[in-house]
């Protein structure tokens, strides 16, 4: 557990749980480990159960997440803990028998664990700063004394509701001890940020900072209103922001929702208005990516109306009776196939349009499924999004649709799914609550970007219907720059 250079090209053991009921959560967070490392190196994500001695050796950093209480641990995996040179991230639980190994544990290393805090803990300070940490977390962090100054340090402390702070991540030379699991509970705001750029200081501690800032013009199809679209590019390229523009080309309202119960069907090709104001924001700094083909699913209400720019694409929904919307799974006759059939539909329907077809892809409400995926990544080098990743992706058994988490990233990955991922980490504007989502306005995408500077190389992303004007946008944009982001195009990003 001593020091040592990592490689300049850093691959990472990533080592999960995975027994008892809860089992499937290692899993899913150990997805999530992965994606974020990706932005350093390569990784292997396995069982910590088929762990074999000396199996890290071919590695340079190792992540542990015990997310299973007494999850047996392999004593060659402990062993060779206690023995590397590398770093090691250790996360939450079972670290009682880590120290087991150890003749003298705490003046070893400085430090030691004295039990689990279940006290409501609302927010990390890191590097100055206060992120959030959701109370209904109940599953506690896990207390820890640091006995040697010299040998260990608290590198972020959660907060009490009291105001008394304990540390929330230590670390002993290459050791690295999370008192949880970054992942649970996560919100714009959270500890999860701390968790992000704390990967820089294992991987990448002599990274320039560097603060990027990307705006996306959202939900934009062949109804679109052509003025809302020119102004909107006027707003931005006065600032000299560069933009994305999320385009669906084809436009279907099945059942007649916005149009007195007839049904409706055009494409970009039947709106010539609407595709000049899309190449004249081109011509303003705007970059066209595609946003699906329909933005909805036949004639279901997937899960609201069934039209465009409503209603999921490559994933089914519905609303519950406590007015939460819930991922279901794949469309009816999803595959590879379908989902590449579909695509190129929308492929071709650019092509109609006299418009060249877009490299970048995001799928409509950021929800696809396995085979959809594996699709988009064989069409389309990058995506601009938050993914969803299921279980069973990693451990190779059959996917479970019901057991998925999305992610946002404050920094480009290349994702579980092999596709490089542009950062979406702000969110949106939303005026008014639905869904059981409160209001999101202006001042709240700031106070997630100001939570972002924490992230010594990361990005304040955010997107923007154009219906609701320019001021909003243009508040926005200003605040990002007074904070000290600067804009670029999305089609630039390669780190």
């Known amino acids: ?105 705490p ?21 100055g700063t206060q992120l959030d940490r959701d109370l209904l977390n109940g599953g506690g962090i896990m207390g820890t004394t640091l006995a040697d100054p010299s040998k ?35 919100s714009p ?49 006065a600032r000299a922001v560069p933009f994305s523009v999320a385009v669906y080309p084809g436009y279907r309202d099945p059942n007649g929702t916005y149009n007195g119960g007839v049904a409706t069907s055009y494409d970009l090709v039947n709106r010539p208005t609407v595709v000049s104001a899309l190449k004249y924001m081109q011509s303003r700094g705007g970059t066209l990516l595609m946003h699906g083909y329909t933005h909805q699913f036949s004639k279901l209400l997937n899960p ?28 009816p006759g999803d595959s590879q196939v379908w989902a590449t059939s579909r695509i190129k539909s929308g492929m071709n329907a650019f092509t109609r349009a006299g418009l060249t077809v877009p490299t970048i892809f995001e799928p409509p409400h950021y929800a696809a499924s396995v085979p959809d995926y594996k699709a988009i990544l064989a069409l389309f080098p990058k995506r601009y999004d938050r993914g969803l990743y299921f279980g069973g992706i990693l451990s190779g058994g059959a996917i479970s649709y019901s057991r998925l988490n999305g992610q946002f990233f404050p920094y480009p990955v290349k994702d579980i799914y092999g596709s490089f991922v542009i950062p979406e980490n702000l969110g949106n504007v939303e005026p008014v609550a639905f869904n059981n989502h409160p209001p999101r306005l202006p001042a709240d995408i700031l106070t997630t970007a100001q939570k972002n500077l924490v992230i010594r190389d990361g990005f304040a992303s955010f997107f923007y219907h154009p219906y609701l004007g320019t001021p909003m946008l243009t508040e926005i944009v200003d605040g990002l720059k007074v904070q000290g982001w600067t804009f670029v195009a999305a089609g630039s990003i390669t780190n």
């Open 1 to 105: 557990m001593s020091g040592a250079a990592l490689a300049a090209s850093p691959n990472t053991l990533i080592l999960y749980d995975s027994t008892g009921p809860w089992g499937f959560l290692g899993e899913l967070y150990a997805q999530q480990t992965a994606n974020l490392v990706s932005h350093f190196g390569t990784w292997k994500a396995i069982p910590v159960g088929t762990y074999v001695a000396g199996q890290m050796a071919g590695f340079t950093a190792v992540v542990y997440i015990g997310s299973t209480y007494d999850e047996p641990l392999p004593l060659a995996f402990l062993a060779d803990v206690r023995a590397t040179t590398i770093p090691v991230l250790w996360m939450y639980d079972n670290i009682w028998q880590l120290t087991a190994e150890f003749a003298d544990f």
């Open 107 to 127: 003046g070893t290393t400085g430090w030691t664990w004295t039990g689990f805090d279940f006290s409501q803990i609302p927010s990390v300070q890191y590097k």
């Open 152 to 186: 260990a340090q608290a590198l972020a402390t959660a907060q009490r509701t009291d105001g008394t702070t304990i540390p929330w991540v230590v670390q002993s030379g290459q050791f690295y001890y999370f008192t949880e699991i970054p992942f649970s509970y996560v």
């Open 189 to 237: 705001n959270d500890r999860y940020l701390a968790f992000a750029d704390l990967l820089y200081a294992v991987y990448n501690p002599a990274a320039a900072t560097r603060h990027r800032a990307l705006v996306r013009i959202e939900d934009v199809g062949p109804d679109a209103d052509p003025a809302e679209l020119r102004a909107v590019a006027d707003a931005l390229f």
């Open 304 to 331: 609201y109306s069934g039209a465009s720019a409503d209603d999921f694409e490559f994933f089914i929904a519905h609303i519950d009776s406590a007015n939460n919307v819930v991922y279901d799974g794949p469309v």
